[in-house]
Each structure stands twice: as structure tokens, then as C-alpha cells.
């Protein structure tokens, strides 16, 4: 009787299948397919074979079936992400985060941005499902219609049931600028609120009136500016903050919507002849790339815009693979103040005007 007969590797002439790994190893295909797509039982499997499966795998460059695991689980790998635009600032510190999750979990994506109209986010929705989408992944964006998908939303506010919201803690964010402006002896502070579009604009609005009455800040109408344009370049934040120094310079402090808005408000203020800080202190919002390279450097509430990103594409995946298990509804993160040069003591403020009151 002949004994420990080795088996013959693969034809390298054909492709490597499920099959031709379990003959060769000596194990099922039902192994070999759950350690390499590391089901959940997996960890029932000794050590020693999955190292065994996983070697061999890579020894014979196999490579799955992704049309028939398609078939066979209904995954298709790919998610469709929806936001409002594709432009530098907010958009690419939440997907850079979203990328790097998903390129370590092999899963592919279709972008799609509506520009803040009602009929593109509809027809996306629609468009993105027909292309056999396995979740959605929402910035700053709300679904319209029900899908029976897994959807996980950065900044959505959805109240929908199927929905996991990535929230950012505007209370806190709120407090921590406000204090900083107090801190600094600002009393007068002009206000900027976000587009009505804007999903995290009503939020962040209720929190400021909330700490500065807390704080004993008073907020003026007239020191009171209401963002509308639907645009993403500093130009948002330059006409209005231009129109409030034609009427008034009694404000030594302003509370810009979001980072892009700030740079915006800055050069109005140098176009109006003033200075930022001296003259008036400008506070932003995000953290943006360019926020610490701009000048001045941009002070700003930073949101862990990275670390949302990533955390929301691991939830929607978790959700897409494990459908049967319980997911949050709401998933809370902290922000930071982050100072820099764009803010100053209320002291410099009042001993710049008074030398150019003199002159």
C-alpha cells in the first residue's frame, strides 16, 4: 500500500478554481471558500490550515469568481456615495477617509454630486440602485426615498429607520469657539448661518443661539448674515461679509458658517482696509486643507472629518455583510478648537482703532 502520496499542483495552463485548491490541499471547497473570504466561521478552522489555504492562494495566484460569488451572495462590492459637490474643503477630508476603508476591504464605489437640487438626488438614488448598489453612503445629504439598502449618512440628520448617522456634536463646537471669543474679550460678534440646503446649518445655528445665551453673548440681527448662493469657493463668504462693512464696523469678531465662507469673509475685510485679526477676529469652521496655509491662519472648529469618513464606509460595510445584526442609529463625534492667527484679544482690536481714529 503506498502512502503519502503528494498531490499534483494546479495546470498552470488553466485557472485556479475553488475545486483545484481543495484537490490539491485535501479539503473541501466549502473550506477553502470560507477561510479565503474569511466568513464568519472561519476562526472554527485550525490556524495551521488557513495558513495552509492562504499560501496556497497566493502560490497559485488564484483569484475568485467575483461574477458567480456575485450570483451567489447578491454583493456586488461597490456602494454609491452621494453629496452635494465634488469641490476641495469638507468633501475631501470626509472621502479620504471613505477611500482608504474601502480600498482595504476591496470594495469599489460610484460618486455621484446633486448640487443641492432635489431632482438629481432623486434620480441618483434611482440610477445608483439599477446599478446594483450593495449600500449608500450620504455626505451632508438626506435620501429622499425609501430603499431597502443599508445606508449610513455623514452629517444627513436623517430620522429615516434604516439610516446610521455619523453626528458631529454642535453643542460642544459651539461652546468651545463662543468661549474663545469670550475668552478674548469679544462681546460684539457677528454671525454667519448656512445655506437652508445645508443639512448641518439649522443644527449649528440652534447651538450657537443656545451657548451664546448661555454665555451672555447677544445676537444681533444686524450683525446677522444668511448664507443662500449654492457655491463652494470662498466667493461664498466674500459678498455678504462685504455688505455687512458697507452698513456697520461696530463687531470685532466673526463666527464664519465653514472654512470656505472665513477665507472669503478675510479678504472682504482687507478690501474694506481693515486687518484680520486686528480689526476684526475671524473664527471658521472644518479644518480644511488650506485653512492652516492661508493668511492669516485660519482659527476653526476642526471636525474629525477623516475619521468620519472612515467610520461611516466600516459601518456601511459591516452593515452590508451582516444585515441580520444591530447597527446604531447614531454615532457621535467630538470636534476641536484649533487657534491660530485669525483670532485676537478684543485689546488689540480697540488699541488698532484708536490709532486710526487719531490718524
Known amino acids: 500500500m ?6 499534483n499542483a494546479p495546470d498552470a495552463a488553466r485557472p485556479v478554481t ?43 495566484e ?9 450570483l451567489r451572495t447578491r454583493i ?17 477630508g470626509v472621502m479620504l477617509g471613505v477611500e482608504e476603508y474601502l480600498l482595504q476591504e476591496g470594495f469599489l ?13 432623486d434620480e441618483y438614488q434611482e440610477l445608483l440602485m439599477s446599478r446594483r448598489v450593495d449600500g449608500f ?7 429622499s426615498l425609501n430603499v431597502p439598502l443599508p445606508v449610513v449618512g455623514v452629517s444627513s440628520h436623517s430620522k429615516a429607520a434604516g439610516v446610521s448617522n455619523m453626528m458631529l456634536d454642535h453643542n460642544f463646537a459651539a461652546s468651545k469657539a463662543l468661549r474663545h471669543l469670550y475668552d478674548l474679550g469679544h462681546r460684539k460678534i457677528a454671525f454667519m448661518k448656512g445655506q437652508r440646503y445645508s443639512l448641518d446649518s439649522e443644527a449649528r445655528w440652534e447651538a450657537i443661539v443656545r451657548i451664546a445665551k448661555e454665555l451672555g453673548i447677544a445676537i444681533r440681527p444686524e450683525l446677522c448674515i444668511y448664507l443662500e448662493k449654492n457655491l ?31 477665507i472669503g469673509a478675510i479678504r472682504a475685510i482687507e478690501d474694506a482696509g481693515l486687518n484680520c485679526p486686528r480689526d476684526i477676529s475671524v473664527i471658521g469652521f472644518d479644518d480644511i486643507i488650506v485653512a492652516e496655509y492661508f493668511n492669516p491662519r485660519l482659527t476653526t472648529v476642526r471636525q474629525p472629518l477623516h475619521k468620519m469618513g472612515w467610520t461611516a464606509a466600516q459601518l456601511l460595510i459591516k452593515r452590508i455583510q451582516y444585515p441580520d445584526e444591530p447597527f446604531p442609529h447614531e454615532v457621535w463625534f467630538e470636534p476641536e478648537l484649533v487657534v491660530r492667527e485669525s ?17
Open 18 to 60: 475553488l475545486k483545484t485548491l481543495a484537490e490539491y490541499l485535501d479539503l473541501s471547497p466549502a473550506t477553502i471558500s470560507i477561510v479565503l473570504n474569511d466568513s464568519p466561521v472561519a476562526k472554527s478552522i485550525s490556524p495551521a490550515t488557513r495558513e495552509r489555504v492562504q499560501a496556497a492562494a497566493k502560490k497559485f
Open 62 to 70: 488564484y483569484r475568485p469568481n467575483l461574477h458567480a460569488r456575485m
Open 76 to 92: 456586488t462590492n461597490t456602494i454609491g456615495v452621494i453629496v452635494p459637490e465634488l469641490s476641495e474643503g469638507y468633501f475631501t
Open 109 to 121: 464605489y460610484f460618486t455621484v454630486s446633486h448640487l443641492g437640487r432635489n431632482d438629481l438626488r
Open 343 to 359: 483670532t485676537a484679544s478684543i485689546h488689540n482690536v480697540r488699541q488698532s482703532r484708536s490709532k486710526r481714529d487719531k490718524s
Open 2 to 7: 503506498m502512502t503519502g502520496i503528494k498531490k
Open 137 to 143: 453612503l450620504l455626505v451632508n445629504t438626506e435620501l
Open 232 to 262: 463652494w469657493s470662498p466667493e461664498l463668504g466674500y459678498p455678504p461679509m462685504r455688505e455687512l462693512l458697507s452698513r456697520t464696523h461696530d463687531f470685532t469678531a466673526m463666527f464664519c458658517f465653514n472654512d470656505t465662507a472665513a
